[in-house]
C-alpha cells in the first residue's frame, strides 16, 4: 500500500474508498458471539477521528500495532447510525521516520496560536493587583511555560481536545468573564480575570501531548485540580507579603471551578468570583462539544447519536432561513388583533 498522507479524515465521505495513512488513537479487541476476534479502532489525523472496524480476517492478517502508531490503511467509509465508519480491508503499521510530517496526524487547533497567546498576555496587562500581577508574570512571562501552555490540550476528548486547546478554551473564558466584570460591577476584575487565567493551568502536567492524546501518571494520581493548586501556591510563596486573604481567595477559585464533588471540585464556589469561573468554563466547555459535533463532516441525518459525555443527542439540522419570511413586518399584526396573538 501507499505510506503517503493522501486523503485526510475531513474528506471522506460514505461509499469512498479510501488509501491513506492515518494515526490510531484508539484500540479494542472484542469478540464475535463464535469467539473469532475483530479489532474497533479510532483513527484520527489533524482534521478529526472516524471510527473503524476491523473484521476477523483482516485483523488477523494485520502486523502487531497499538495505539500511537502511523498506519496505512485501504478501506470503504460507511454509514453506521448516522456517521461515517471505516471498514478496514487492510493494515499496515508505519515504520518512525524523519521524513514523515507528524504535524499532519495530531489534532490541532484550527485558530492562530501566536494570535491567542498576544491576546491571553494583554489579559495578563489588564491586571492591577501588584501580587495578582507578579503571581501572573511568574507564569506568563515563563518561555517554557508559554510553549508547554501554547502546545497543551483540554481534555483528551470532551472539549478542546487537541493541540492549542488549553490556550484556546482559557482565552475564552478569560474573554467571557471579562464581560461579566462589566454588567456587575461589585465583581472584583483582578481576581476574576487572574482565576480565569490559571484555574487549568495543571492541564499542562495532567495530559501528554504527541500524536494522541493521553494521562501523565501525575494526572491520573492527582488530576488537573490539585496539580493547578499546588503549582499556583508554590508561586505564591516567592512572593514576599502575599495578603493571606488574597491567596485564600485565588486558591479558592482553582478548587471549586467545576462546581460540584462530584465533578471532582473539592470545594463548591463560595466567593462571586468563582461562582463566575465556574459558570463560564462549563459554558465555553459544553459550546466547544456541540460546535465539534456540529462541524463534524462525518455527521449525517438531523440528529447525532445519543452522547454519553452531553448526555443528550443534539439537533445537526441548521435553521431554515428561507422560512423566515423576510417581507412579513414584525410588527405588523396583518389585521390580526393583538388579543388573538395571545
Not at 488537573?224 to 493548586?229: K, R
Amino acid at each position: 500500500m501507499d505510506n503517503r498522507k493522501n486523503e485526510f479524515i475531513g474528506d471522506l465521505k460514505a461509499g469512498h474508498h479510501i488509501e491513506s495513512v492515518f494515526a490510531v488513537s484508539k484500540k479494542a479487541v472484542k469478540q464475535k458471539k463464535n469467539n473469532e476476534e475483530y479489532c474497533l479502532l479510532t483513527l484520527q489525523d489533524k482534521q478529526g477521528e472516524i471510527q473503524s472496524v476491523m473484521w476477523t480476517e483482516a485483523f488477523m492478517a494485520a502486523p502487531s500495532f497499538g495505539e500511537g502508531d502511523l498506519v496505512a490503511v485501504r478501506g470503504m467509509v460507511t454509514d453506521y447510525r448516522g456517521s461515517n465508519q471505516l471498514t478496514i480491508d487492510k493494515l499496515d503499521k508505519i515504520k518512525k521516520s524523519k521524513d514523515i510530517d507528524y504535524a499532519d496526524y495530531i489534532k490541532s487547533t484550527q485558530k492562530d496560536i501566536g494570535q491567542m497567546w498576544a491576546e491571553l498576555k494583554s489579559k495578563v496587562e489588564e491586571v492591577k493587583n501588584p501580587y495578582l500581577r507578579k503571581l501572573l508574570d511568574l507564569f506568563f512571562q515563563d518561555k517554557q511555560f508559554e510553549q508547554d501552555f501554547c502546545h497543551g490540550t483540554a481534555a483528551v476528548q470532551y472539549h478542546h481536545a487537541y493541540l492549542g486547546g488549553l490556550l484556546e478554551h482559557t482565552l475564552y473564558v478569560c474573554r467571557g468573564c471579562a464581560l461579566i466584570a462589566e454588567t456587575y460591577p461589585n465583581i472584583n476584575r483582578d481576581l476574576l480575570i487572574a482565576g480565569a487565567l490559571l484555574h487549568d493551568v495543571g492541564k499542562i502536567k495532567e495530559y501528554e501531548v504527541g500524536l494522541i492524546i493521553k494521562f501523565t501518571d501525575q494526572g491520573k494520581l492527582l488530576g488537573h485540580i490539585a496539580i493547578g493548586y499546588s503549582w499556583v501556591l508554590e508561586k505564591i510563596n516567592l512572593i514576599q507579603g502575599f495578603p493571606p486573604d488574597l491567596k485564600d481567595r485565588i486558591l479558592h477559585i482553582i478548587l471549586s471551578h467545576h462546581g460540584y464533588k462530584e465533578y471532582g471540585s473539592p470545594k463548591r464556589p463560595k466567593i462571586l468570583e468563582a461562582l463566575v469561573v465556574h459558570h463560564v468554563d462549563y459554558m465555553d466547555a459544553e459550546i466547544a462539544a456541540f460546535n465539534e459535533l456540529l462541524s463534524d463532516q462525518n455527521q449525517d441525518g438531523d440528529w447525532s447519536p445519543f452522547l454519553k459525555n452531553l448526555d443528550r443527542s443534539v439537533l445537526l439540522r441548521k435553521l431554515d432561513e428561507s422560512s423566515c419570511n423576510p417581507s412579513l413586518d414584525p410588527d405588523s399584526n396583518n389585521g390580526t388583533s393583538q388579543e388573538g396573538l395571545f
